[in-house]
């Protein structure tokens, strides 16, 4: 059974940064599009970045866009969320999440599973 574990969430002050780690195991990663959602208090669960199963591409809500990076690391079955210029508005639960067979991941419904989410909170 496939497991995502998220590591790296953390209280910061606006401006700072953070970066989330996510290790994967039970499918063959490499073959998998990976992403990342996040849910804040009172709101939906989001889509945040998308990378493609080659890691040849890279998607993002435009809220985002600029200051977050999403990288994937094969050998080590990890993807990685790198947070830079944070905001308040980036306060929330981040969820490491698993996409299709050969998929490109732009959106919250090209997703299949997720782990158990790491906070991020973002001060002002």
């Known amino acids: 059974q496939e497991q995502l574990g998220e590591s790296g969430g953390g209280s910061v002050q606006a401006g700072g940064s953070l970066r989330l780690s996510c290790a994967a195991s039970?499918?063959?990663?490499?073959?998998?599009?990976m992403g990342w959602l996040r849910q804040a208090p009172g709101k939906e669960r989001e889509f945040v970045a998308g990378?493609?199963?080659?890691?040849?591409?890279?998607y993002y809500t435009d809220s985002v866009k600029g200051r977050f990076t999403i990288s994937r690391d094969d050998a080590k079955n990890t993807v990685y969320l790198q947070m830079n210029s944070l905001k308040p508005e980036d306060t929330a639960i981040y969820y490491c999440?698993?996409?299709?067979?050969?998929?490109?991941?732009?959106?919250?419904?090209?997703?299949?599973?997720w782990g158990q989410g790491t906070q991020v909170t973002v001060s002002s």
């Open positions: 039970g499918r063959t990663f490499r073959n998998y599009g």
């Open positions: 990378i493609s199963w080659r890691g040849g591409s890279e």
């Open positions: 999440a698993a996409g299709s067979y050969f998929s490109s991941p732009r959106a919250m419904g090209h997703f299949d599973s």
